[in-house]
């Protein structure tokens, strides 16, 4: 493993000034006004598994490594040094030793070193004293047996077995390193980094605050004053502050493709991109709940979803269908189309799906004058409530009434995590690694597999991509996957749906990443020119 090490002088930690593009010459200075479509329950990373707390709070925090902020597509060729200035593997790819930058300060003022790194890994892994409230990515790290320090500067990860592509679990924007002197109830509350931005404010349901850090060890970084996110849950009334001057970007993937458009229309100057989705929207049941806990209950439920009309009605036609893994080109490890539609539900013809569909329920003891009664639990967004709808709708071709039930996204996280619902419409990420959602999702021990599907076959193709090293013979294992997901109706994924973003003319230096919404929110290279 060696001749595969990472090897990085320490000035090449400045290498994410690099790919801002244009030699227009960067202005300090200004404070970035966004908005934000939701209110998280606190600002902790390690505690939340949305994106509204993870954006807004990457810039706050650094990680040991992390992706390129000008590269739109997370692969393992675009990680690059972070807190760490070198790492290096043993010649068994079981250890995985990093090399700390020195001189760093917390934002109170307390000095970064390998016991920080040891704290936070020793949280998440639940070795510690203290603990999270609520721990949504401990399973990403069920192959690290402990991680120790040399000295104040050196830190090793140790790992039971190979796993080649561990280094894209610490690049993720939801992977940052904690302080070790502050405890987990005040990090959700008032978080303390050693990133670019400080922590100043979160009102929830109004906005959240940060302002440039003067002792970041970046001596030119961030360009950036500060950056305001006022929380406006109307996409509508978000889109018309933009489109009047309000804000400067919209958040991140947030605009429907009609959304868009209309920006485009009133706001002809503004940058617009409208790309691949790396969120998918899918079908969760309760499997302990009956009646759903027949399989063949779940499996009409899985052909009565016609996923065209999903992206037809959501996406305008720009979606995409696709597994487990976001589809191609925005993705890396999705199916290819020709190869997707052979799986179990992705048959094209709709109508002969849900005949087999209304059969199946027909020999359970349904039919038009004995229907079943259920509530369709989301998050109330319209991300979420939109497809919900559709879902509804679909579900009644089988004789399956369905209510729509919203909860707030303070309540939501918990809600599904201890399974007290029936059946949901859920979003959920693709990667950009398969190591990154595979086992989070679908292990039978993965923290946000939040319907309880769990196959034994399933958790050892997952272990044996994890350990694969060559690219091709992974690729078909994570295919393998797929297939075996698809076939037992795991969580059927409906459809990937494509998400814009706009911003002014004046906002400089900022790439949208086409297969993560979590991984490319640092900002600490954006400026305004004005």
Known sequence: MVGKSHLFAVAVGLLTATGAGPTLAQKQGGILKMYSPDSPASMSIHEEA?????????????????????????????????????????EDGTALTFLLRQGVKWHDGKPFTARDVQCTWDLLTEKSSVKLRVNPRKSLYRNLEQVTTNGEYEVTFHLKQPQPAFLTTLAAGSSPVYPCHVPPGEMRQHPIGTGPFKFVEFKPNEHIKVVRNPDYWKPDRPYLDGIEYTIIKSLSTATLGFIAGKFDMTFPYSLTVALQNNIESQVPQAICELNPGSINRNLIVNRDRPPFDDPALRRAMSLSIDRKAFVDIISEGKGEIGGAMQPLPGGIWGMPPELLKELPGYDPDVQKNRTQARA?????????????????????????????????????????????????????????????????LNLAGSGPDPDQNLYLLYGCHGDLNYNGYCSVEVDKLIEQQSVEADEERRRQLVWSIERKLAEDGARPIIFYSRGGTCWQPHVKGFTVVVNSIFNGNRREDIWLDK
């Open 50 to 90: 949305t994106v509204f707390a993870a954006g807004p709070m990457m810039g706050v925090f650094n990680n040991l490594v992390m992706y390129d902020q000008h590269v739109a597509q997370n692969t393992m060729q675009s990680i690059i040094p972070d807190l760490a200035t070198a790492w290096s593997w043993n």
């Open 360 to 424: 199946i329920m027909e020999k359970l003891g349904y039919g038009p004058d004995k229907r079943l009664s259920i509530k369709v639990t989301t998050r109330d967004l319209p991300y979420f409530r939109d497809p919900a709808v559709i879902l509804i709708d679909h579900l009644k071709e089988i004789y399956i009434d369905g209510v729509l039930e919203t909860i707030d996204t303070t309540n939501w996280l918990p809600k599904v995590m201890r399974k007290d619902y029936t059946v949901g």
